[in-house]
């Protein structure tokens, strides 16, 4: 076997327990997370949540930080993130199984809107990506790139620091598909900083403590004046009228 492949092969065998890989999709919100937080979040003892962790930091997926006596741990870097999303889409479509009318809310607000690490994802950011490249701010036929214009747009109307879109080694644009809508919205640079200021704008908020994301009447009406915005975007889609009744319970 090839170094390349043993190392694939451990890659693959670090995600390969289910307790890891809940672990794993959960920091994909972008914060960091006590592993008590995420031994609660999996359902494990924290010994045994230590034990999950220690492989995945010795295998590169996950980084530490302490502050005081606590530890916190993270995705070692955005390109993990796009490796876990990019996985995910290869699996069906999300059913999630509502249980109450709780578990329907959080499934709705995550469709509708999420971070995806510290990008936008869901119905939002697909929505947003498909408003620039209709203002050709962002051209989706020729390599997925920012055009000039777009440019202009991030560092003129939304204030974003020039310097800062190109002070990485990231990609500027990269398409990232959403695994909800099976649709590309925007990664990258770009990606990263747009999601940053729109909160610091109060354009975007947080939906309760999880990764879902809504856009606030502020942000709708801005980005309908800068981006021609449609707020429909956001509505979810009907369902096909098959779907509808495999879904429908049966009649008692």
């Known amino acids: 076997m090839s170094s390349r492949g043993a190392e694939l092969a451990g890659l693959a065998a670090l995600l390969a327990d289910r307790t890891r890989a809940d672990m794993c999709l959960a920091l994909v919100d972008g914060r960091a ?48 993130a796009e490796l876990l999303e990019s996985m995910v889409t290869h699996l069906d479509p999300p059913r999630p199984t509502v249980t109450n009318l709780r578990t329907a809310t959080a499934a709705a607000a995550l469709a509708n809107g999420r971070t995806c690490y510290d990008h936008l994802a869901g119905r939002l950011g697909v929505a947003i990506a498909d408003a620039m490249t209709t203002q050709d701010f962002l051209d989706q036929d020729n390599g997925f790139a920012l055009t000039e214009a777009g440019l202009t747009w991030l560092t003129g109307p939304l204030g974003i620091d020039p310097a800062t879109l190109h002070a990485t080694r990231r990609p500027l644009a990269r398409p990232c598909l959403d695994w909800t809508e099976r649709r590309t919205h925007l990664g990258g640079a770009a990606g990263a900083h747009l999601c940053r200021r729109l909160h610091e704008l109060d354009w975007i908020t947080r939906v309760g403590t999880g990764r879902a994301i809504r856009l606030t009447p502020k942000g709708e009406s801005a980005l309908q004046t800068l981006l021609a915005f449609d707020p429909s975007a956001l509505q979810p889609p009907t369902p096909h009228p098959a779907t509808a009744a495999a879904d429908k319970p049966p009649a008692k």
């Open 33 to 80: 997370w006590t592993a008590g937080e995420l031994a609660r979040h999996t359902g494990v003892a924290a010994s045994t949540a230590t034990e999950h962790l220690n492989r995945l930091l010795a295998g590169g997926l996950l980084i530490e930080r302490r502050q005081g006596r606590h530890r916190y741990v993270q995705l070692a870097s955005p390109q993990v």
